[in-house]
């Protein structure tokens, strides 16, 4: 009786068991396959990573040491021809060279680029810059600071690749849209010593914004630069990012509202921009100094420098800017042009506006250095009357 019904729970159990055995390694097979896919994921991942990492360094690297080689054999044509001092005869040494080095390296040194390449090393003479800018840019992007001709531009513009790494079209535009040249018009206005920092402002800035219909408000202007906030701190330049628009400041039982309120990472302060339609007018400044004063106090954080403002109008009167000396109150005031005019008036504006630009400056610097003179000379004079 014991037997059979040991015979007859063994054949109830015994499958089930079994049954239970195999569910078990199914189990143990699927988990198993399961973690392999995971690693083959998380290991194709990883590859790719490191592949694209040591692309970009070989990239890199191999863009340096191009840049680096074109510059030497720029720098020995040079050196050669120059000390043979005979022109056409350079010439005829550079197009048999050029012949030569085509036949055993490729078109990289056909005439058209080992001419660029001479001009490269004529232009950046100082082997150190060129190592420095080597490692980001590109030869594209130096074949397009070649005809700048000068070298503060060619510097500031290298300098705008490195900081903002931007691409060779991007570079174009702003060598298109006189970047250089309106930063400098806005340093003439500054003087050593006061709260307005050097390279930090242009004027005029090109405000193209798309949708700004003609005869428009301010607020017009306000939306239509939030709405294109990118293409604004493209232009406006490195280092700045939102922090609000309208920004509500309560004095008292007075409310005033700044349009717009910026931060520079790199100057460590708050900005505040007022946008103006029509002619800077001169109750302007009692505004932002206002402005400035409060943010000064209520949002100006701990290990940050004092906030300074920009003034953007339609159109500025540059000798009352310069008689009211906004700059000593860390004021700013700047053109902005909501349409690009043709390139040869566009031009022709911007070499007006730089050249009344340094010569108020230099009016300016000569006034400074004739008030000194004559202090010096009537605290001799003093001296001398009372011996």
């Not at 232009?123 to 070298?151: C, G, M, N, R």
């Not at 309106?182 to 405000?207: C, H, Q, S």
């Not at 109008?313 to 009352?320: G, I, L, P």
């Amino acid at each position: 009786m014991f037997i059979c019904m040991l015979g007859l729970f063994k054949s109830w159990v015994t499958p089930n068991s079994h049954k239970g055995k195999m569910m078990g390694k199914n189990k143990e097979t699927l988990a198993t396959q399961n973690t392999i896919m995971i690693d083959e994921i998380a290991l194709f991942v990883k590859i790719s990573e490191i592949i694209e990492n040591r692309k970009y360094r070989v990239q890199t690297v191999v863009n340096s040491e191009a840049t680096l080689m074109f510059w030497e054999v720029g720098n020995h044509i040079n050196s050669t021809v120059l000390d043979a001092k005979r022109a056409t005869y350079g010439k005829q040494i550079v197009v048999k060279l050029s012949q030569q080095l085509q036949e055993k390296y490729g078109k990289s040194f056909e005439l058209t680029n080992l001419r660029r390449i001479m001009r490269f090393a004529e232009k950046f003479t100082d082997y150190e810059i060129v190592a420095t800018l080597s490692p980001q840019l590109s030869w594209s992007h130096i074949i397009e600071l070649l005809p700048l001709k000068s070298e503060e531009a060619r510097l500031y513009y290298a300098q705008d690749v490195l900081d903002r790494k931007i691409g060779v079209r991007e570079l174009r535009r702003q060598i298109s849209r006189k970047a250089y040249e309106r930063r400098e018009i806005a340093n003439t206005r500054i003087d050593e010593g006061d709260m307005l920092p050097f390279n930090v402002f242009k004027d005029p800035y090109m405000l193209d914004l798309h949708g700004l219909k003609d005869n428009f408000a301010e607020a017009d202007l306000e939306k239509a630069i939030l709405l294109e906030l990118e293409a604004f701190l493209l232009e406006f330049g490195n280092g700045f990012t939102f922090v609000a628009r309208q920004k509500r400041m309560t004095i008292e039982d007075d409310d005033f509202w700044l349009d717009l309120l910026f931060y520079h990472r790199d100057l460590c302060r708050l900005v505040a921009v007022e946008l103006k339609i029509g002619k800077f007018k001169p109750q302007y400044k009692g505004q932002m100094e206002l402005y400035l004063k409060w943010l000064d106090r209520y949002e100006r954080r701990p290990l940050e420098n004092s906030p300074i403002g920009i003034i953007l109008c339609t159109a500025a009167s540059r000798e009352q800017v310069e008689l009211l000396e906004l700059n000593k109150s860390g004021i700013a005031v700047a053109e902005y042009w909501t349409s690009m005019p043709p390139k040869a008036e566009f031009e022709r504006k911007i070499r007006e506006i730089l050249t009344d630009a340094k010569e108020r400056l230099s009016r300016r610097k000569l006034l400074t250095s004739s008030d000194v003179k004559r202090d010096i000379e009537y605290f001799y004079e003093s001296k001398d009357d009372d011996e």
